[in-house]
């Protein structure tokens, strides 16, 4: 029997979905609690009062999220604009059974943190519900639906989260450090029904109101130098000695490491940014001429379009990141937001002084799970460029490459200068670090290139 709550909430509810709606709004409705079986009758007569074509629903597992792929869909499961998004448990439920497997979660909830200020920062606003369940609450579940079901891949599994393992002891400290302004946790009660679906419609429609009518001040953030600058170090000078034999020789041992990285079930995110005409596409080609095309994909990033216009920065990389045993090599990233973003005016002062830590945030989550991550800036000196520059002009074959705009990034040399020091100082960690590649000489370039990411994946596969 469906819950009921009165007529003029469930209007109140309808005519809130249109200004979420008409304001191009994106909220994210979290909800946690101690069984799956409640909180899905829970959610499912909460989804039944909204219009569905605003809404999406994800059922997060947390046994299932194991690789970068698997645990950043908390990202490319965002609501777009103008949308909801309801998670059917989260990066909570993760956090309780580390805790109940003996395991340190203090990082994961860290991560979770940054995670929740991303979404927050950049347009989200989070409820987060926590259904409190009393052991009366779910043997009347029980005896009402029977057994919970074998696990199976059908949508009719019960999510088998053990619900002695949501004791207080764990869950209230948890929600007590977590419970953040950008991000706060309202507590429902669940014993009669009806009871508990008003209280989840009153909880939401007061936490969305208020941010719409009293937007999140958090305290300015700016970009740090915190991190050595190998590009202070760069010898432009440096020539490829033995290209052929040594290109064939990196290209075997990347051949047979990328066997080894499938086997072993991690996954390598190689990211290319640098000077425009510093050699990212040739070293991009002779790379993947190793590699099975079935294990690697290359993203080329240009401006945002379509969907991507309505998601967070983040959204259009993280869908894009390898499934466990792949390799994602982006052909210029995320690195946008610090460089191109700031100095032509597509982000404002406080997005770009909030890209490192979001940034970090983003990358040590990929680490976390298991991802590989080399970052590759190729450097040039400004003289080099304008020779190829020039050449690709006045060859046919390559015209197509130099474009106005490569004019005009070209005369904002010194501003792009500045801001490049500043992206790799503030991001260059220990789990994704940058490789400075001296690509005044192409073959040289190129082999460096080749050889940091033979070096990175036996170091990584203990080979």
């Known amino acids: 029997m469906a819950a009921t709550i009165s007529d003029d909430l469930a209007a109140e509810l309808t005519v809130l979905q249109r200004r979420i709606v008409n304001e191009n709004q994106q909220v994210l409705v979290i909800f946690e609690g101690r069984s799956g079986r409640v909180m899905g009758r829970v959610i499912n007569e909460f989804m039944n009062l909204l219009e569905p074509r605003g809404i999406t629903y994800t059922h997060f597992v947390p046994e299932e999220m194991s690789s970068p792929r698997d645990m950043l869909r908390y990202i490319t499961r965002e609501p777009a604009k103008g949308k909801i998004s309801i998670y059917d448990r989260s990066w909570y439920s993760r956090i309780v059974a580390e805790v109940n497997e003996g395991r340190d979660a203090d990082e994961l909830q860290n991560l979770a943190m940054s995670l929740e200020r991303y979404f927050s920062n950049n347009g989200v606003i989070i409820v987060k519900i926590f259904l409190n369940i009393s052991d009366e609450t779910m043997d009347e579940v029980a005896q009402r639906l029977g057994k919970k079901r ?7 599994t019960d999510d088998h989260i053990d619900p002695k393992k949501w004791r207080d002891k764990i869950v209230m400290p948890m929600i007590a450090s977590t419970n953040t302004p950008f991000a706060p946790w309202d507590i429902v009660d669940v014993q009669d029904l009806d009871m508990c679906m008003a209280m989840v419609v009153h909880t939401f429609m007061e936490r969305v109101v208020h941010r719409l009518e009293h937007e999140v001040h958090l305290p300015p953030k700016t970009v740090e130098s915190r991190y050595p600058n190998p590009r202070k170090e760069a010898d432009l000078t ?43 596409g040739g070293s991009i080609k002779r790379l993947v001429r190793s590699l099975n095309p079935r294990g690697y994909y290359v993203v080329p990033v240009a401006a945002p379009v379509g969907d991507e216009k309505v998601h967070t920065y983040l959204w259009r990389f993280a869908i894009n990141m390898p499934k466990a045993g792949h390799i994602t090599i982006f052909d210029r990233s995320w690195y946008g937001r610090m460089m191109v973003e700031p100095i032509e005016g597509f982000c404002n002062e406080d997005e770009y002084g909030r890209s490192a830590s979001q940034i970090r945030g983003f990358e040590k989550m990929i680490s976390e799970l298991g991802g ?5 800036w190729m450097e040039i000196s400004p003289e080099e460029q304008l020779a190829r520059f020039e050449a690709r002009r006045a060859n046919p074959v390559k015209s197509w490459k130099i474009t106005d705009e490569d004019w005009r990034n070209r005369e904002k040399w010194p501003v792009y200068e500045e801001y490049v020091d500043r992206m790799i100082e503030s991001t260059n960690t220990s789990f994704a670090p940058w490789v400075v590649v001296e690509s005044e000489d192409k073959k040289y370039g190129r082999l460096k290139v080749l050889r940091t990411v033979r070096d990175a994946m036996k170091e990584a596969l203990d080979d």
């Open 150 to 156: 074998l696990k199976s891949s059908s949508f009719l």
């Open 238 to 280: 440096k020539t490829a000695k033995s290209y052929k034999s040594e290109l064939e020789e990196l290209s075997a041992d990347i051949a047979r490491l990328q066997l080894k990285l499938a086997e072993s079930g991690r996954s390598m995110v190689l990211v290319f940014e640098g000077w425009d005409a510093a050699g990212k």
């Open 372 to 376: 590989i991550i080399i970052k590759f």
